[in-house]
């Protein structure tokens, strides 16, 4: 069974700073996808970025970036010029293909951002 | 307008009565999903419907009971909850549970659930 870890509970950054989520994950399969959600204090689950396992390129959407480290099944996610409204839960979620859209979900990092 | 809809927001219930939680979307999605986050557990799936079929039960008890009327409604059952069941119940929908990732999921705000 795939599994997902997230090693911080909890992270600090000031604002404008950048930070690094973790998020290493275990799975026997070659073709799967990665994905960060977040999750502010409104409960509801945003979707971040993803990644496609096949693809060599880190995906970037605006100030988030993800570092995959497909060898080391690792997924971290970058955060440049940290805001105010960036602090949430985050998630790492792993999908295998041809699995629909059944995530297996890491227990969650919890990011403060500091004015 | 977060284009997938869950009510009540809270929900507080004793073990022996019955209720119901309701999730629409307003997406065109096919697909719908029950999701439960307890406290200090990752995000668990329970159900999975596609084209109002239900494709996936993750071992959920049957005190569970998901109803998917059409594509745009999920509703969840409760009945003779425990305390453990509390939790965040969160429903989600996309394209279809067999599309690529670029229908990704749609998450309601969810239903904080307590059982006392």
């Known amino acids: 069974a795939q599994t997902v870890t997230q090693s911080q509970p909890e992270m600090s950054v000031q604002e404008a700073e950048t930070v690094t989520l973790s998020c290493t994950y275990d799975?026997?399969?070659?073709?799967?996808?990665l994905f960060w959600y977040k999750q502010p204090p409104s409960r509801q689950m945003i979707l971040v970025i993803r990644?496609?396992?096949?693809?060599?390129q880190n995906a970037t959407e605006n100030r988030f970036s993800v570092n995959f480290q497909k060898a080391a099944k690792s997924f971290s996610l970058k955060i440049s010029d940290s805001q105010l409204g960036d602090a949430a839960m985050y998630f790492c979620?792993?999908?295998?293909?041809?699995?629909?859209?059944?995530?297996?979900f890491g227990g969650g990092t919890r990011l403060m951002v500091k004015p | 307008e977060t284009g997938v809809t869950q009510t009540p927001r809270h929900l507080v219930m004793g073990m022996t009565n019955k209720k119901s939680l309701k999730c629409e979307q307003h997406?065109?999605?096919?697909?719908m999903y029950w999701y439960k986050q307890s406290a200090k557990k990752p995000l668990e799936l329970m159900f999975v419907?596609?084209?109002?079929?239900?494709?996936e039960n993750n071992s959920v008890p049957s005190r569970f009971s998901p109803e998917c009327p059409n594509s745009s409604h999920l509703f969840l059952h409760l009945h003779t909850l425990q305390p453990e069941d509390s939790a965040l119940y969160l429903c989600?929908?996309?394209?279809?549970?067999?599309?690529?990732?670029?229908?990704?999921?749609?998450f309601g705000n969810g239903t904080r659930l307590t059982v006392t």
């Open positions: 989600a929908s996309s394209q279809a549970a067999g599309g690529a990732p670029n229908s990704p999921l749609h």
């Open positions: 799975t026997s399969e070659s073709d799967y996808y």
């Open positions: 990644q496609e396992a096949y693809k060599q």
């Open positions: 979620a792993y999908r295998r293909d041809n699995a629909g859209n059944m995530l297996t």
């Open positions: 997406l065109g999605h096919n697909a």
């Open positions: 419907y596609n084209f109002k079929e239900q494709t």
